[in-house]
């Protein structure tokens, strides 16, 4: 079956730690995305990409970074400047780009649970 | 710049009680679309329903229906005889990229 992976699952870093949270889809999708959510708030767009090779900032970028390397795979990394990393972490992809881009369904992975000790 | 509104942060219902969750929205875009997305314990959005802004037929899917308002902008959703397997955050989602709510967390006890 088609989907999005995403792991590890859970995670915990110790302060001032990079840590890189793997996704990787096997659904052919141009776009992939990342984002972040807090307890009682919506999801939150930090990066994204429509193509292999291009990444775009979202609204909270500061402390991330991202590459897209290949399709499948948008791994994105938390660095030390990202002030409070602890959070759960959504990536979802969509289908190929097209002049509804906006009517884009996203499919989303299970999410990685990020703490910080 | 987009916003979407949930007032409702947690609603909690008897099995078989009719539920609304409300949605409110803004955008300058004359052409949008407006998602709803039910997020379950284990934690992984499914889409539910797009909408977009030129058809604003209400729309049903067995106990599910929606009310796209573009006067009010609002795109609220019911559960109609909801059921304990209802229980999840729902959010509801604006336009590229998606902006989203903050989410209504449904309770639904037997």
């Known amino acids: 079956d088609g989907g999005i992976t995403q792991s590890p699952k859970y995670l915990f870093r110790k302060e001032g730690q990079n840590v890189t949270l793997s996704c990787e889809q096997n659904?052919?999708?141009?776009?992939m995305y990342w984002y972040r959510q807090d307890p009682g708030q919506g999801l939150r767009l930090i990066y994204y990409?429509?193509?292999?090779?291009?990444?775009q900032k979202g609204d909270i970028a500061e402390g991330y970074s991202v590459s897209r390397e290949k399709k499948e795979s948008f791994p994105l990394t938390v660095t030390s400047a990202q002030k409070n990393p602890t959070a759960f972490y959504l990536c979802?992809?969509?289908?190929?780009?097209?002049?509804?881009?906006?009517?884009?369904?996203?499919?989303f992975g299970a999410g990685s649970r990020l703490t910080v000790l | 710049a987009q916003k979407v509104t949930q007032a409702q942060t947690e609603i909690s219902v008897v099995e078989k009680e009719d539920v609304t969750l409300d949605c409110v929205y803004e955008?300058?875009?004359?052409?949008?679309?407006l998602f709803w997305y039910k997020q379950p314990p284990s934690g992984e959005l499914v889409f539910l329903i797009r909408?977009?802004?030129?058809?604003?037929q209400n729309e049903i899917s067995g106990r599910y229906s929606w009310n796209f308002q573009k006067s009010t902008s609002s795109f609220n959703f019911t559960i109609t005889a909801s059921q304990v397997v209802d229980s999840a955050v729902y959010f509801c989602?604006?336009?590229?990229?998606?902006?989203f709510g903050g989410g209504t967390r449904l309770m639904v006890k037997p």
């Open positions: 979802a992809s969509s289908e190929p780009r097209g002049a509804h881009s906006g009517a884009n369904v996203l499919t």
């Open positions: 659904l052919n999708h141009d776009a």
């Open positions: 990409s429509q193509i292999v090779n291009d990444f």
């Open positions: 955008t300058r875009d004359t052409t949008y679309y």
């Open positions: 909408r977009n802004s030129f058809d604003e």
């Open positions: 989602a604006l336009g590229n990229m998606l902006t």
